[in-house]
T-cell receptor, first 114, second 112 residues
């Protein structure tokens, strides 16, 4: 069964460093998403991406964040100048259709900023 | 806000009993989805119900949707220990269907 793959599963970084979280969405999907979940809290929408551009972003997704689909298969989330409060699980998701279909999630990357 | 809100926040039941979780939301939606999350792990899609559907079944899961009340329920019948997890509803609003918003979740604990 096709699945969304995220790497790494766990990333530890020093405060102020940049991190890139990687995702390989399901191959025929067109819509891509990043979500985060701070420990013990709810899943929060960050950004959606379609046709090589951001289609929607939340207030969390400020200039510190960027997304890219560099090669037609990977979908990355870059976090610049990481802060302690960026520590969270980051989930990538993809769907074939916006609104009309299921979103499939990866297993997540646990980011720990120290 | 278009957030889904689940209740109860936590639910403990005996194995074999049925578990019912509810979700309410605020704006008109295209679809409502239910997800399961085992502790510290990824989100697993359980079921999607469209705004023009009222009930849907998948195995031991039964989902209802009442768009007039802006609410949904997830029923797990004959619960098992492996059903212990957090359950989230997620909605996408009409006209903003590329943004799925999750509720806070219900933590379900199945007692042996």
């Amino acid at each position: 069964e096709p699945e969304v793959t995220q790497t790494p599963s766990h990333q530890v970084t020093q405060m102020g460093q940049e991190v890139i979280l990687r995702c390989v969405p399901i191959s025929n999907h067109l819509y891509f998403y990043w979500y985060r979940q701070i420990l013990g809290q709810k899943v929060e929408f960050l950004v959606s991406f379609y046709n090589n551009e951001i289609s929607e972003k939340s207030e969390i997704f400020d200039d510190q964040f960027s997304v890219e689909r560099p090669d037609g298969s990977n979908f990355t989330l870059k976090i610049r100048s990481t802060k302690l409060e960026d520590s969270a699980m980051y989930f990538c998701a993809s769907s074939a259709l916006a609104g009309g279909g299921e979103a499939f999630f990866g297993q997540g990357t646990r980011l720990t900023v120290v | 806000s278009q957030q889904g809100e689940e209740d109860p926040q936590a639910l403990s039941i005996q194995e074999g009993e049925n578990a019912t979780m509810n979700c309410s939301y605020k704006t008109s939606i295209n679809n409502l989805q239910w997800y399961r999350q085992n502790s510290g792990r990824g989100l697993v899609h359980l079921i999607l119900i469209r705004s023009n559907e009222r009930e849907k079944h998948s195995g031991r899961l039964r989902v209802t949707l009442d768009t007039s009340k802006k609410s949904s329920s997830l029923l797990i019948t004959a619960s098992r220990a492996a059903d212990t997890a957090s359950y989230f509803c997620a909605t996408d609003a009409i006209g903003r269907d590329d943004k799925i918003i999750f509720g806070k979740g219900t933590r379900l604990h199945i007692l042996p």
